[in-house]
């Protein structure tokens, strides 16, 4: 099973991939745990995408593109799926990831996406901000991460909607029901595509 996880900031992507990815015994791959890792293991390209993680900016595409195959080719010789959270981000991302995808022969079965109203996003990234404290939690940056999922991100969703793999489900409901809303109709489309 072969899944894109599309949600804004705090709609609870983290909880719910960690969850989703058991039930289908798939990797889940986070780009930002990805980048967060290297910045903090302070690799190469750990110094060269911490600035953007601070500023809430979204890493150059090369960069994305290069972790997201090394990941995805390793999911898919492992398990044959993947669960990826935080890419794409970008209709650029999207045209290019599906290029690899398709030249990994791993193109994608479902688009999962969380639907949670700004004002909430905002009151839960806030909230998370006194008490887990990321470096990119500064009410300022939130701001900004919030804008740069609406005119960047957002659109993806009319995008993979004209492709007939889009699924909304409402990330304002309690965590338990988004896990089983979501593995439900995941569970429906695997079986639709045999997978
Ligand atoms: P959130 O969705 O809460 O902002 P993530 O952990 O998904 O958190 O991403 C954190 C940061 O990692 C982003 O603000 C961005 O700087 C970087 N990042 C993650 N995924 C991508 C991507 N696909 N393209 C560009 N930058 C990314």
Request: negative net charge; aromatic residues 6%; glycine residues 10%.
């Amino acid at each position: 099973m072969r899944i894109l996880l599309l949600a804004p900031p705090g709609a609870g992507k983290g909880t719910q991939a960690d969850r989703i990815s058991v039930h289908f015994g798939i990797p889940h791959i986070s780009t930002g745990d990805l980048f967060r890792r290297h910045v903090a293991e302070r690799t190469p390209l750990g110094l060269e995408v911490e600035e953007y993680l601070r500023r809430g900016d979204l890493v150059p595409d090369d960069i994305v593109l290069g972790i997201v195959e090394e990941a995805v080719a390793d999911a898919v010789a492992r398990t044959g799926g993947y669960l990826l959270d935080g890419f794409p981000r970008t209709l650029a991302q999207a045209r290019r990831g599906y290029r690899i995808a398709v030249r990994l022969g791993a193109t994608v079965h479902g688009v999962l996406h969380f639907d949670v109203r700004e004002p909430e996003l905002l009151r839960r990234l806030l909230e998370r901000a006194t008490t887990e404290g990321r470096d990119d939690d500064t009410e300022a940056t939130i701001r900004h991460r919030l804008d740069v999922y609406k005119t960047e991100t957002e659109p993806l969703l009319d995008y993979y909607r004209g492709r007939g793999v889009l699924v909304t489900v409402s990330g304002e409901q309690p965590v338990d029901d988004v896990t089983a809303e979501s593995i439900a109709a995941l569970e429906a489309i695997r079986q639709k595509a045999g997978a």
